[in-house]
T-cell receptor, first 114, second 115 residues
């Protein structure tokens, strides 16, 4: 079955500390992977995506993610977290095919402490 | 980047009434529109997939007679929640697929509250 697992429901990180949000996927076809961020009451903002090529992907706001096929993982990282990064983060997987929707993980809530 | 505009952002209605949510692709042609539903503190669950000019394909457990989806043009898809009840209160998000790379673009979401 196709699925995305985000093992951590809630993470608290001190401001300035590094961050890693975990994402594992199960997908039958070649996966295209995404990370989105959602602030309360808002829509989704794309942080980064992986289609092919370099397995370390750079995104906006200083985020990066690494695709590891052997581990079926696509973990999101940031070297130094800012208070404004507090939000809900969703990992998603899809296929580069017309008519194929994204499958989302359950999300990880990031809190930033001062 | 491409923009998908969703309207209204917020809507409050009485139980038993119908509510229409619009999703427009402003600068690309969305050959496919996806409609998601998100309950508080939960993930996005796909409700249905619609292709322009065709009937929508609904996910298991989604009532097609309750959630009417129309995709009459390449730039507009609508979701109508018919005879809304409090349990239909949720955050609804559309996603258009199109453009040269067939990428997905999300609307800002519509929060429906049924009293």
């Amino acid at each position: 079955a196709q699925s995305v697992t985000q093992p951590d429901i809630h993470i608290t990180v001190s401001e300035g500390a590094s961050l890693e949000l975990r994402c594992n996927y199960s997908y039958g076809a070649t996966p295209y992977l995404f990370w989105y961020v959602q602030s309360p009451g808002q829509g989704l903002q794309l942080l980064l995506k992986y289609f092919s090529g370099d397995t370390l992907v750079q995104g906006i706001k200083g985020f990066e993610a690494e695709f590891k096929r052997s581990q079926s993982s696509f973990n999101l990282r940031k070297p130094s977290v800012h208070w404004s990064d507090a939000a809900e983060y969703f990992c998603a997987v899809g296929a580069n095919q017309a008519g194929t929707a994204l499958i989302f993980g359950k999300g990880t809530t990031l809190s930033v402490s001062s | 980047g491409a923009v998908v505009s969703q309207h209204p952002s917020w809507v409050i209605c009485k139980s038993g009434t119908s509510v229409k949510i619009e999703c427009r692709s402003l600068d690309f042609q969305a050959t496919t529109m996806f409609w998601y539903r998100q309950f508080p503190k939960q993930s996005l669950m796909l409700m249905a997939t619609s292709n322009e000019g065709s009937k929508a394909t609904y996910e298991q457990g989604v009532e097609k007679d309750k959630f009417l989806i129309n995709h009459a043009s390449l730039t507009l898809s609508t979701l109508t929640v018919t005879s809304a009840h409090p349990e239909d209160s949720s955050f609804y998000i559309c996603s258009g697929q199109g453009g040269p790379a067939g990428e997905l673009f999300f609307g800002e979401g519509s929060r429906l509250t049924v009293l």
